[in-house]
């Protein structure tokens, strides 16, 4: 019975654990969806050549850019600088969080556009949607990020597994005997291996191998602008030992 127990909440811990890394993951593929949204309206509503449409979409890798780099309290300013060219620094420093003020640096590119007649009404509507739809994945992620799993509720489990699979030799020598220690092991292995499994998991954006895989998410919209103005793309990032970081 202590073993179900068990079994059921390690279960629940698993589960919450993997929803915040597939919606960090969601949120992700929404940022990748949404960047080639803007790129194709641009190229719609803005003549492809324009400076500002360039602007604009430099922008958009900046702000993919600086979201990696919060969630991962890290500095990306080697990997932005690229794209920063046409920007100035009140594009990214305005807030205590960069992305914050690229996505209000590309809402007044596109108040400029339309006072100056580059954008009509309903493209601005348009391309504001997508940025819209920024700030929601950004909400989003930082709510993942700062919002971890009860601590004392993981602890828990923790302490509990190494009770359980201290005492389970006791309680099961009588009928196994001498492969006793060849059923605590792999009853052992299970329960420790999910537990390790769920603090992996609960945590998606930082650099261990199971995390996701932001800095080739961040490469992609790279690649999606650099086809979209006409520049020669970077290429895709490769997986290492079979991992992506």
């Given amino acids: 019975m202590f073993g179900i127990s068990l079994s059921i909440f390690l279960g629940f811990r698993n589960n919450a654990a993997y929803e915040r890394w597939w919606e960090a993951r969601r ?3 929404i940022l990748v969806a949404e960047t080639r949204s803007l790129a194709r309206a641009t190229a719609t509503f803005i003549a492809p050549d324009a400076h500002e449409r360039r602007r604009l979409l430099h922008l958009a890798v900046v ?7 919060s969630l991962r309290r890290e500095d990306v300013t080697a990997d932005t600088q690229r794209w920063r060219a046409l920007c100035d620094e009140t594009a990214y420093n305005r807030y205590s969080v960069p992305a ?6 590309m ?19 348009v391309l504001d949607e997508r940025l819209a739809a920024f700030a929601s994945v950004q909400a989003s992620c930082e709510r993942i990020s700062n919002t971890p799993l009860p601590f004392a509720y993981a ?53 261990a191998d199971n995390d996701l895989a932001l800095n080739a998410l961040c490469r992609t919209i790279e690649i999606e602008i650099a086809e ?4 020669t793309p970077p290429q895709a990032l490769q997986a290492e030992g079979f991992i992506l970081t």
């Fill in 27 to 29: 949120e992700w593929g």
């Fill in 63 to 69: 702000f993919a850019h600086s979201l990696r780099g």
């Fill in 100 to 105: 914050a003020s690229v996505l209000r640096t």
């Fill in 107 to 125: 809402g007044e590119d596109l108040y400029r556009m339309r006072v100056r007649d580059v954008l009509d009404l309903t493209g601005a509507r």
């Fill in 155 to 207: 602890l828990l489990v923790h302490r509990t597994a190494y009770v359980y699979c201290f005492l389970l030799p006791f309680a099961i020598v009588s009928t196994v005997g001498w492969l006793t220690p060849l059923f605590t092991a792999i009853v052992a292995y299970t329960f420790f291996g999910l537990d390790a499994l769920s603090e992996e998991l609960e945590e998606p954006f930082g650099h």
């Fill in 228 to 231: 979209a103005t006409g520049e």
